[in-house]
C-alpha cells in the first residue's frame, strides 16, 4: 500500500523559510516524477514544483522561481521542498505527490498547512 507522508508545515512570518518533508513508502513501481501541489482557501490546485525521476529535471510555478527549491533523497524514499522568502500569497495546504508511468500510479500525501502571517 503507497503511503505518502508530509511534514513540515506550520506558521511563518513573511520573509520566512519552511522545509516540508514528503516520506514515501510501499511503492512497488517505477516513479516518473514526484512533484508538490499546494491548495489555497478558494482556490484552485495549483502545481508548484515537480521533478522527473529519469533526468532530475524540475519544473517550478512562475510564482515560487527561485524562491522554493525541490529535492528528493532516493535512500531515503523521501521527498522535500524548500521554501524561502514566503509571502502570505503562499499561504496553503500543500501536498505531494507520485506519479508511476500509467495512468493510476497516481498518489498523493494528506496535505500539510503552510500559513504566511505576521
Known amino acids: 500500500q503507497v503511503q505518502l507522508v508530509e511534514s513540515g508545515g506550520g506558521m511563518v512570518q513573511p520573509g520566512g523559510s519552511l522545509r516540508l518533508s514528503c516520506a514515501a513508502s510501499g511503492m512497488s513501481f517505477p516513479i516518473r516524477s514526484t512533484g508538490w501541489y499546494r491548495q489555497a482557501p478558494g482556490k484552485k490546485c495549483e502545481l508548484v514544483a515537480t521533478?522527473?525521476?529519469?533526468?532530475?529535471?524540475?519544473n517550478y510555478a512562475d510564482s515560487v522561481k527561485g524562491r522554493f527549491t525541490i529535492s528528493r533523497d532516493n535512500a531515503q524514499n523521501t521527498m522535500y521542498l524548500q521554501m524561502n522568502s514566503l509571502n502570505p500569497e503562499d499561504t496553503a495546504v500543500y501536498y505531494c505527490?507520485?506519479?508511476?508511468?500509467?495512468?493510476?500510479?497516481?498518489?498523493w500525501g494528506q496535505g500539510t498547512q503552510v500559513t504566511v502571517s505576521s
Open positions: 521533478m522527473a525521476t529519469s533526468s532530475s529535471s524540475t
Open positions: 505527490n507520485v506519479q508511476g508511468y500509467y495512468f493510476y500510479e497516481n498518489y
